[in-house]
């Protein structure tokens, strides 16, 4: 499975490897995609930590995961932090 791909790329390149990161959010978007909004929440965050700290805050790969994270919040009825989390990409997208 891509889980089982994902494990072993994170093993062997880290989790702060481009491919890694790239395949985590190919997993998270194909999990919402499938409906299944809490895995895909549990692995965008990780993803966001880690792009965080190796890309920074306001870089766009970085943003892109951020508003991912928003619409799987949003489908899981959890309007609040999606709507807080949606103007914080805005925000920082229009200072970019």
Do not use: W
């Amino acid at each position: 499975t891509y889980q089982d791909v994902r494990a072993i790329d994170q093993r062997v390149q880290g989790a702060e490897h481009v491919s890694t990161m790239t395949m985590t959010m190919n997993i998270a978007s194909v999990l919402a995609m499938q409906s299944k909004f809490q895995e895909a929440e549990v692995l965008l965050r990780e993803l966001l930590g880690v792009q965080q700290r190796v890309l920074g805050d306001e870089h766009p790969h970085t943003l892109t995961t951020s508003h991912t994270l928003s619409l799987t919040l949003f489908q899981q009825c959890m309007f609040g932090e999606a709507e807080a989390r949606c103007r914080e990409v805005l925000a920082a997208r229009l200072r970019v």
